[in-house]
Each structure stands twice: as C-alpha cells, then as structure tokens.
C-alpha cells in the first residue's frame, strides 16, 4: 500500500520561503524518481521539479534558480525548498511516484 504524505503548505509573503516534505511508504524509495507538481486555480497540474535515482534533478523553467527539489533516502522524505516565492506560485502542491500522488498541499503566496 502506497502512501505520499505531503506537508509543510500554509500562506508565505512574496519573497519568502517555505519547505514542503513528502513522506512515502510503500515503496523501495532509495530507486524511484519523485516529483512535484502543483495546480494553480483555473489551470492544469504542471511538473515543478522532479528528482531521480542517482540525484539528478530537473525543473519547470518558472522556478529554476528558486526551488529546489532534494531526497534524503534513509527517511523516505523528498523535499522542496521554495524560496523567493511569488504570487504566481500559488497553488495546491502534489508529490508523486510512479503512479501514485499524494493528497497534495496549499501554498498561498501574498503580496
């Protein structure tokens, strides 16, 4: 039974930062890519970032040099760092492997 977890949403100003965790279980971790997608109001879910295997690491050309997508194996936890956050980045935030997501959490950003 797979399980994504997300937490660490709320509401930030414009220029500040947040952290957004997923906790997993259910798989073998340490082998498979994640990712972070979101969902802004009236638009379509959009890949943020995503991180594999070996640590590699991609992003939505939006939030390259903002956000950063990191894994920590031992705690089946990967994380988004999001700093220098902007209205536009508002959204519901989904983490996802394979074929499974996760509830998803709100990020709200204020001017």
């Known amino acids: 039974h797979v399980q994504l977890v997300e937490s660490g949403g709320g509401l930030v100003q414009a220029g500040g930062s947040l952290r957004l965790s997923c906790a997993a279980s259910?798989?073998?971790?340490?082998?498979?890519?994640m990712g972070w997608y979101r969902r802004a109001p009236g638009k379509q879910r959009e890949l943020v970032a995503g991180i594999h295997r070996y640590v590699s690491t991609n992003y939505a050309d939006s939030v390259k040099g903002r956000f950063t997508i990191s894994r920590d194996n031992a705690k089946n936890t990967v994380y988004q760092q999001m700093n220098s956050v902007k209205p536009g980045d508002t959204a519901v935030y989904y983490c996802?492997?394979?074929?499974?997501w996760g509830q998803g959490t709100q990020v709200s950003v204020s001017t």
């Open positions: 259910g798989i073998i971790f340490s082998i498979n890519t």
């Open positions: 996802k492997t394979a074929v499974y």
